[in-house]
């Protein structure tokens, strides 16, 4: 590769390109009364490429803001392994080097049975209560057992220092009709936890196959329903999710809601392909936001990312298969959504719907700006880059919705960088923008996409545009000379968004005390 003097001259004359774009965009913004504000969008996103080079000159730097957020002191990554070590030895009983500071809280201390049979739902409540009132505990889920759980809230904050050390199997009841009703969407709620652990390498098991033949999309003739979502952090600070596996929830995985500075690592998340609305990890008006090195496979979206989120950052991410890695959807029913500063960097994306994804409905309100998507090797994916401002799942298909011609989600400044592989449609490329609300700032720099050999494969691959401004740097293939020329008026056609037809009736039906925005 060009890399070298020719490719930092490159890189130089890009950076000049991406600031006159902002000077452009900026006047654009001026009109809205937004000039201050883009301004300072516009130098957000010039940071986004400059990949945290510029160390200490800011205070915002984009890469450094889960740092400075750190509500908790002293607990760098290796004090948390080193810890990890001593409570699991303790957990197995080994009697090696015994957490002396650690005030241990074991399930079965409180008359779980751990035998996959019996429920342990009661043990577990009475386990939380005594953990979270003792400094520096650890609420123990033993290796080597398999406890039945129902519908449960972990409610904090607990005393310092709380992990929650999940070594063992927790499972979920399988039958629907005997779920707790007072509990539709959740399963296991942990609430307004600050600083806490959640770790130790153990499986949390939703036992969705029931849920799922029981869904409107599998089973037509049954009417949308909620279904819980395996675990939800709701109003959580500072949390560490870590090693953790979760498959078969019977509907989203891992919801991360109304939380800051949480951090999600090394958690591998698996469902079957048609298992129906099992988001990976779902994130929703919540602020700093690391997910990294995870693995997620599921029917759904890998990771979505909805209303009033920013600073969200994702690194090292295997998906698929799934629908892909979503922004969104936004803006449903007019409604306001503010989407800003994510980042993700270094994903490999196999046999999904979609790769890199922003979804919106027409008539809402807000925006979705400085995004970056870099590194990312799709394989078989229908495509593997799209903005869709025309989203709609509605009863009717798409003439259940209606266009507006006056509003949407503005979609502005997004980057895409060295995303290259597969696409199984022609339409790798796509931006529908609304006519009246037009995409802008998008960056297409070295992509490298062509069409899948597979079924009806080795065909040409396109970039389609609708009302998106922006332009394209470097090795772009398929050509995307379309976002220099910004037509309007006609997205391009093929849009089918069955996929998620349920959620909204779902929503509809089954208020909860926790509102569901991945709507
Ligand atoms: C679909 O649901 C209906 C009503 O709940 C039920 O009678 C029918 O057996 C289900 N069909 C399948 C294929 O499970
Ligand atoms: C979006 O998030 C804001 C801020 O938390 C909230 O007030 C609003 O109700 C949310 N909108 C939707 C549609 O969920
Ligand atoms: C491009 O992305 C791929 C996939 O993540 C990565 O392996 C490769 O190193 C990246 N190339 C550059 C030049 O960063
Ligand atoms: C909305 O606009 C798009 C793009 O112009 C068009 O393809 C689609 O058919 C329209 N939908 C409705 C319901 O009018």
New binding site residues.
């Given amino acids: 590769m060009g890399i070298g003097r020719t490719g930092s001259r490159r890189r130089t004359l890009f950076l000049v390109l991406v600031a006159l774009l902002f000077v452009a965009a900026v006047k654009t913004a001026a009109g809205d009364g937004g000039g201050v504000a883009g301004s300072e969008d516009g130098e957000g996103f010039l940071r986004l490429w400059t990949d945290g080079g510029g160390e200490g000159d800011d205070q915002e730097n984009f890469f450094k803001w889960d740092e400075e957020e750190d509500d908790d002191e002293d607990d760098d990554d290796e004090d948390d392994d080193e810890e990890e070590g001593h409570i699991m030895m303790w957990g197995k009983k080994t009697g090696r080097r015994p957490p002396t500071c650690r005030n241990v809280v074991n399930v079965d201390s409180f008359g779980a049975a751990g035998d996959g049979d019996a429920d342990d739902t009661e043990a577990f409540a009475n386990a939380w209560k005594t953990a979270c009132s003792l400094e520096s505990a650890v609420f123990l889920v033993p290796a080597g057992r398999r406890y039945k759980v129902g519908a449960s809230t972990f409610t904090g904050p607990c005393k310092n220092k709380m992990t929650i050390q999940i070594q063992g199997t927790i499972v979920a009841p399988e039958e629907p009709s005997e779920w707790d009703p007072r509990s539709p969407r959740l399963w296991l709620l942990f609430s307004g936890l600050a600083g806490a652990r959640i770790q130790g390498g153990g499986v949390i098991d939703g036992s969705g196959s029931k849920w799922w033949a029981n869904s409107c999309k599998i089973n037509k003739s049954n009417p949308c329903k909620a279904a819980p979502t395996a675990v939800t952090l709701d109003s959580c600070r500072g949390v560490r999710v870590k090693g953790l596996r979760l498959q078969n929830a019977q509907q989203m995985h891992l919801t991360v809601y ?1 939380s800051r500075n949480v951090r999600l690592a090394g958690v591998r998340i698996e469902s079957p392909e048609d298992s129906p609305n099992t988001d990976g990890i779902h994130v ?2 919540s602020s700093a936001v690391s997910i990294r090195n995870c693995r997620i496979g599921t029917g759904d979206d890998c990771i979505s990312i ?3 989120s920013s600073n969200v950052r994702m690194t090292n991410i295997h998906c698929g298969p799934g629908h892909g890695i979503s922004i969104g959807s936004l803006g ?2 007019g ?4 989407v800003e500063n994510v980042a993700l960097d270094t994903a490999w994306i196999t046999r999904a719907q979609n790769g890199v994804r922003i979804k919106t409905w027409q008539g809402g309100a807000g925006y979705v700006r400085n995004v970056r998507f870099s590194n990312v090797a799709v394989d078989e994916v229908d495509h593997p880059i799209i903005i869709d401002q025309f989203y709609c799942d509605a009863a009717g298909g798409a003439a259940g919705c209606r266009n507006s011609s006056t509003s949407a989600v503005q979609v502005s400044n997004v980057a895409y960088r060295n995303i290259s592989g597969t696409s199984r449609r022609a339409e790798a490329i796509k931006f529908a923008c609304s006519d009246a609300v037009p995409c802008t700032g998008i960056v297409l720099a070295d992509i490298d996409l062509r069409r899948s050999d597979g079924d009806g494969g080795g065909g040409e691959v396109e970039t389609v545009c609708n009302c998106a401004v922006g332009f394209d740097y470097g090795c772009v293939r398929p050509a995307a000379d379309c976002l220099r020329s910004s037509t309007c008026g006609g997205a391009p056609d093929g849009r089918r968004h069955d996929e998620d037809k349920g959620k909204q009736a779902e929503a509809r039906t089954t208020p909860a005390p926790i ?1 569901h ?1 991945e709507l």
């Fill in positions: 109304r929703a008006e909805v209303n009033a449903k029913g409604t306001y959504a503010a509102r925005t």
